[in-house]
């Protein structure tokens, strides 16, 4: 008997699945190319999965607004079903969360492009559900599904009797992509053309038209105050002229006094509106007091979001390519590989970067305590140190950046040591 039901909801699925791509036609033609044609270029033949990796199925594209790292899936780069092999693909899905799964993290579902001839079957969407135990979903804190349709409905009517209540107030539903710019920087996703595209017609459907998601707002002029989204050189003028960031200077000396034992220390995140209420206080140049809060994840919160939002990356664009090529690089020469990147920085990055990472050696000589070491400091920090100039970073970066970061943490004296900062004399 529950073949058959199987069966009625495989074609239930499949007819709202063609009434989809009739909609798509009459909406003014399928643009999308041969699901699974567009390759990720900058995947290694190494690559444990360079099978399905290859094809940009799913990208790690830096962080949310509340520093949770963002896992995109994309249908439209699915390749037919008899190109690619299923068990292997969630394999990799599953190798990929790993990497995330022991903090808070976002995964974005990009519908559009799931046809007839890609669709995986109901099964194998049964058997990734329950693959994905309570590691990944307890923290897995959102998941967008961009651009759903009636096939959507009909698989969440499928599969609601065994999706737990908590696990569905996850879902949400974003129609258009700028529905996302709320929860996350829109600059740092990575979207296929087509669903731009997509997009664009849906957008030109409505009546009136909306502008193009993918254009940004005109940047407003700071607040005299303010002190997030704003460069270095801008706060040392509001600062008369001090190198050290005020958000930055007693989120520290705040945790250097009570949060250095605290057990996952950076790695939890801090509710959304938390965050907000204290950007607006730093931003109006109102006293924030941290103790009101009552939990030293949320100065550790306001840090990492004060890093993800400078202009520049702290570790400045021109960086990054010197960094990623760090895994090339002989381990005993690493660390003076490192020393070299951050000795070309500019004086203020440099002397922002080296606060920073004395603190944070000082947090990862805590670790019996805290459970934070150099590595999974470097996995919180790395991203929000460095990325590129243009679009988010590939799912490769992420190994060099990570490492370098720990290198810079754990050789914190060495790389550091024979550079002075104003105000400060060499040993």
């Known amino acids: 008997m529950q073949s058959t039901h199987s069966i009625d909801f495989e074609q239930l699925a499949e007819i709202e699945l063609q009434k989809d791509e009739e909609e798509l036609a009459h909406l003014g033609g399928d643009t999308v190319v041969d699901a699974g044609c567009q390759e990720a270029n900058d995947v290694s033949l190494s690559h ?19 520093g949770r790292k963002v896992i995109t899936f994309s249908c439209c780069n699915l390749p037919p079903c008899h190109e690619i092999d299923h068990v292997r693909l969630l394999e990799y899905l599953k190798y990929t969360l790993d990497q995330y799964v022991e903090n808070d993290y976002t995964v974005i579902y990009f519908h559009y492009g799931l046809r007839s001839r890609n669709k995986p079957s109901l099964s194998w969407l049964q058997s990734a559900y329950k693959a994905f135990d309570r590691k990944y979903k307890k923290n897995m804190k959102a998941l967008y599904v961009v651009h759903p349709t009636n096939f959507i409905r009909v698989l969440w009517k499928i599969f609601k009797p065994v999706i737990s209540h908590k696990f569905g107030k996850k879902v949400q539903y974003m129609n258009y992509l700028s529905d996302l710019h709320q929860h996350l920087r829109f600059n740092r996703l990575i979207i296929p053309k087509e669903v731009l595209q997509h997009d664009e017609k849906l957008r030109i459907q409505q009546k009136g038209g909306l502008p193009a ?61 938390i965050i907000k209420d204290i950007q607006k206080l730093y931003n109006l140049g109102k006293v924030v007091d941290f103790d009101a ?34 895994t090339s690089v ?44 150099a590595s999974n400091l470097a996995c919180v920090f790395g991203l929000n140190l460095v990325w590129p100039q243009e679009g988010a970073p590939s799912l490769n970066a992420l190994v060099p950046v990570n490492m370098f970061t720990e290198l810079l943490i754990e050789h914190y004296t060495k790389i550091f040591n024979s550079r002075t900062v104003p105000g400060e004399s060499l040993p």
Do not use: W
Not at 299 to 320: C, H, M, N, V, Y
Not at 352 to 362: A, G, P, Q, S
């Open 48 to 66: 444990p999965y360079y099978d399905i990796a290859r094809h940009g199925i799913i990208h790690v594209a830096g962080d949310d607004n509340s």
């Open 213 to 273: 998601v993918a254009r940004a707002p005109p940047p407003r002029p700071p607040l005299p105050m303010q002190q997030f989204g704003v460069s270095l050189q801008y706060l040392k003028n509001k600062n008369n002229g001090g190198l050290i960031p005020p958000v930055m200077e007693q989120t520290i000396s705040y945790l250097k006094v009570k949060g250095m034992r605290a057990e996952g220390l950076f790695r939890r995140s801090v509710a959304v509106h």
């Open 293 to 326: 809060y009552g939990d030293v994840h949320v100065p550790a919160g306001i840090l990492k979001t004060f890093l993800r939002e400078l202009p520049e990356p702290l570790l400045t664009s021109d960086s990054f390519q010197p960094i990623l090529e760090i």
């Open 330 to 373: 002989e381990s005993i020469l690493r660390v003076n590989s490192c020393k070299e990147i951050v000795h070309h920085l500019p004086e203020h990055n440099y002397t922002v970067l080296k606060y920073l990472m004395c603190f944070l050696n000082m947090v990862s000589q805590e670790n019996i305590n805290n459970k934070m070491t």
